[in-house]
Structures are given as C-alpha cells and as structure tokens.
C-alpha cells in the first residue's frame, strides 16, 4: 500500500509539473525537482524492503512445506530407546532425511549417542552390498574424556536389551517408507562385539 501511495504522489507531482511548465520560478522547480527526487528514493527503498520481504516468505513457504511432507514418500526418522521401568519404546527425537542415506545416518547416530549414550561415539563406516542387500557398518567407540564406555551400556539383562533395542529400532527405522538400508552390523572399537547380553549386536541384523 505503501509503495502505491509514493507512486501516485509521483504521478500527480509530475503531471503537476508539466502543467504549471515555465510560469514557475527556478526555486520552485527545484524544489519540485528535490521533492520528485526524495519520493524517486523512498520509492526505491521500499521496492528493497518488498523485495527483502518476498524472499523472506519463499523461505519460509519452503521450509513450512518441508514440514507438512510427512506423507508416504517422505517422513520423519525417529531415534529410539527404552524404557528401564517398563520396557516401552520412547521416541526421542524427530530428524529430517539428509541428502543421503550415509549423513542422514550419522545424523541419527549423533541424536542418538546425546540421548542415549552419553556421548559416547557412533560411526556410520560404510553401507556394503551384501547378497543384494545394503548393509550398514556402524562402530561403536569409546571416549577418553568420558567417564563410561560402551562396555557400561552392554552390561545386566536390562541395560543389554536397552542398548541393543535402542541402536537396533533407530538405525532400521522400520516404520520409514522411504528408501533406506536393508541391515546392520556392528563392531567396538573395529573388533567383533562380545557379551552375554548383546548377542544380537555381534551379527548382522537385518530390517
């Protein structure tokens, strides 16, 4: 509205100008020549701020519509664990796909490690084809400057089943409907896993 008021201002001026012609003195012209020239600024300044504004709202219509497509081609994944007290599944976190499955892996590795294992590291290695099926090749590695390590989290029949359910549910993502990897295998610190209570975690699992 703005914009539009400056412009018929400009007009009527200008049309003001041609009219009175030469029956003026020259500070009259000149002063309708300063006042054709602040309203040729304003009028620029605000064509900018329309501009900046426009772009603001192509921005924001695309990232509103990347939030509403969440149908059967594109969705959320969701980083799991579970429950100590009553064993239920827990949703922890919702992310976005990435621009492949490697990132979009690690993504949910990173959400995972701060939610779960207290920062304890998760490395997506490699997606290998094994017999026609993408399989997932993920490290588990500890930290020197954490407290804990993943022998922590493979340790008693609970802490086990947590463990392996939560890296288990949130690599596979079997509600997801969009491509994605067929089966994990995962190793500690590069070598075989071991223990009574993640015998699941030293096979491949598949989806």
């Given at each position: 509205?703005?914009?539009?008021?400056?412009?018929?201002?400009?007009?009527?001026?200008?049309?003001?100008?041609?009219?009175?012609?030469?029956?003026?003195?020259?500070?009259?012209?000149?002063?309708y020549q300063?006042?054709?020239?602040?309203?040729?600024?304003q009028l620029?300044?605000?064509?900018?701020?329309?501009?900046?504004?426009?772009?603001?709202?192509?921005?924001?219509?695309?990232?509103?519509?990347?939030?509403?497509?969440?149908?059967?081609?594109?969705?959320?994944?969701?980083?799991?664990?579970?429950?100590?007290?009553?064993?239920?599944?827990?949703?922890?976190?919702?992310?976005?796909?990435?621009?492949?499955?490697?990132?979009?892996?690690?993504?949910?590795?990173?959400?995972?490690?701060?939610?779960?294992?207290?920062?304890?590291?998760?490395?997506?290695?490699s997606i290998?084809?094994?017999?026609?099926?993408?399989?997932?090749?993920?490290?588990?590695?500890?930290?020197?400057?954490?407290?804990?390590?993943?022998?922590?989290?493979?340790?008693?029949?609970?802490?086990?089943?947590?463990?392996?359910?939560?890296?288990?549910?949130?690599?596979?993502?079997?509600?997801?409907?969009?491509?994605?990897?067929?089966?994990?295998?995962?190793?500690?610190?590069?070598?075989?896993?071991?223990?009574?209570?993640?015998?699941?975690?030293?096979?491949?699992?598949?989806?």
């Open positions: 509205m703005k914009i539009r008021k400056n412009l018929i201002m400009l007009v009527v001026l200008l049309c003001t100008l041609s009219l009175i012609g030469c029956s003026q003195t020259s500070s009259e012209v000149v002063e300063e006042q054709v020239a602040s309203l040729e600024n620029s300044l605000e064509q900018q701020k329309n501009k900046e504004l426009q772009t603001k709202i192509t921005t924001l219509e695309s990232a509103l519509k990347k939030y509403q497509q969440v149908d059967d081609t594109y969705s959320l994944l969701k980083v799991y664990t579970v429950d100590a007290n009553t064993m239920e599944t827990l949703v922890l976190d919702e992310l976005f796909p990435q621009d492949n499955i490697i990132n979009t892996l690690d993504t949910l590795a990173n959400s995972l490690s701060q939610n779960v294992f207290e920062n304890l590291g998760i490395e997506i290695l290998e084809d094994i017999d026609g099926q993408k399989i997932a090749h993920i490290d588990l590695q500890d930290d020197a400057t954490i407290p804990v390590t993943w022998n922590s989290f493979f340790q008693g029949s609970t802490g086990g089943k947590i463990t392996t359910d939560s890296l288990k549910m949130t690599f596979l993502q079997s509600n997801y409907p969009s491509e994605w990897i067929d089966g994990i295998s995962f190793t500690y610190k590069g070598e075989p896993i071991t223990g009574d209570h993640v015998e699941e975690l030293t096979k491949i699992i598949y989806r």
